[in-house]
């Protein structure tokens, strides 16, 4: 398989995000900032990276009836450990990002790929689509994070735009998480076609 | 894909040795993380103690004075010293009247009682309005700060409740937890005043 291909499918043709809708949970619930997206994004990709890596290693290790299991146990150690890491190193995104990361070992996208791509295809491929499909996911919540961040306290980056009082609330809370997506993905469809 | 058969042993053998080596890693990161994690804690506990009562000598860790408020909310207060004088009091104090989840914030007193500073230490109220807790009770502006108020004299509710405090724009619940938590630290502070004046240097 072309590797550069395997690596840009999660960028564009195959975004997590905005062409599979998978992972909403944590791409609506942390996006209200772009730093939060992207340290969730990044979290991600590394447990992405990190799980695809030893599942294609350990692939025909485990038997069929069992690997469910095997392959959630194996994203749950490594969700662990990012949690542990960033508590440790980066205090101050811990607290922003806090109930989510755990929440990392149920996001459809990690699973997805352990299941549709790691265990039939090589260490190599595996590590080469969890880093794709990994920042794909950070790029797509970094972008959806930073319209909100910019329209709901014009801000971005935590650098002031222009001032907070001009900012439409409604993008910080939720359901402005549902119009720029929504927004969004009618965007990235029409160039897909285009 | 699986080359090997799914028979019990199998299954069993896979995931016993799978949840083995998962524990193992686990173990050890815990272990080279558990010092910096400790540490990113306690220099935040200082950093919030140093921002909220005037400088001091010694450290408000030594003596800290664990006490339930009347609610039955876990109160830490923080003696700060300076030559072995009270300067003032750092109070952890939370509430548990915020809009969603526990208020936790630590006030500084003088010893008299007036409000130094504060610092809110975990919300989980609504961004973009409770949130602004964080720096609204500090912004001179109107009747929203309580800096340099005291509890004793001035009444610290919200406007609506007849005080003589602005409430954060569409978030009196989160404006009333955070006042509430204010209140109680006060209290707290003012009960326990002897011990922390005497107490570790």
């Known amino acids: 398989m072309n590797q550069w291909k395997n690596f840009t499918k999660g960028f564009f ?33 590394f447990v992405l990276v990190m799980s695809n890596l030893v599942i294609s290693l350990i692939k025909n290790l485990i038997p069929e009836k069992v690997r469910i299991p095997a392959f959630i146990v194996v994203i749950a150690t490594f969700v662990t ?39 039939k295809n090589s260490v190599g491929s595996s590590i080469v689509d969890g880093l794709g499909m990994g ?25 002031t735009i222009y001032p907070e009082d001009y900012g439409m609330l409604v993008f910080v809370l939720a359901p402005g998480a549902f119009i720029a997506l929504g927004y969004m993905i009618a965007i990235i469809d029409k160039m897909k076609k285009a | 894909m699986a080359t090997i058969e799914s028979s019990l042993k199998n299954m069993l053998l896979t995931l016993l040795v799978i949840t083995a080596i998962a524990g193992t890693s686990l173990g050890f990161v815990y272990k080279m993380t558990e010092a910096p994690i400790a540490a ?39 003696p700060a010293k300076k030559d072995g004088k009270l300067v003032g009091v750092a109070v ?17 007193f003088k010893p008299d009682g007036t409000i130094v500073n504060y610092q809110v230490l975990d919300q989980k109220e609504t961004p ?10 500090k912004t001179n502006k109107g009747n ?7 509890p004793k004299k001035n009444n610290l509710t919200v406007s609506k409740d007849g005080g003589d405090v602005d409430a954060i724009t569409a978030a009196t619940i989160s404006s009333r937890a955070f006042l509430d938590a204010v209140r109680i630290g006060y209290e707290s502070f003012m009960k326990n005043k002897d011990k922390l004046e005497g107490g570790a240097q």
């Open chain 1, 13 to 45: 043709k195959e975004n997590a995000v905005f062409v599979l809708l998978l992972g909403m949970c944590p791409t609506l619930g942390v996006t209200s900032s772009a730093i939060n997206g992207l340290g969730m994004g990044l979290a991600t990709t």
């Open chain 1, 81 to 119: 450990i990012v949690e542990m890491l960033m508590q440790a190193f980066t205090p101050a995104l811990y607290s922003s990002l806090g109930l989510f990361i755990p929440l990392i070992v149920v996001n459809c996208i990690v699973l997805g790929r352990a299941e549709a791509f790691a265990s």
């Open chain 1, 135 to 159: 920042l794909g996911f950070a790029m797509a919540l970094t972008m959806l994070g930073s319209v909100r961040e910019l329209l709901g306290s014009g801000k971005l980056f935590n650098f």
């Open chain 2, 40 to 78: 990113a804690k306690a220099k935040k506990q200082q950093e919030a103690i140093k921002m909220v009562v005037p400088p001091f000598t010694n450290n408000p860790a030594d003596g800290v004075l664990e006490v339930t408020s009347p609610e039955g909310l876990p109160i830490r207060l923080f």
């Open chain 2, 92 to 108: 952890e104090t939370m509430s548990n009247k915020g809009f969603s989840g526990n208020i936790s914030i630590m006030v500084g």
């Open chain 2, 128 to 137: 973009g309005l409770g949130t602004k807790m964080v720096t609204w009770f």
């Open chain 2, 144 to 150: 929203q700060s309580v800096l340099d108020k005291n």
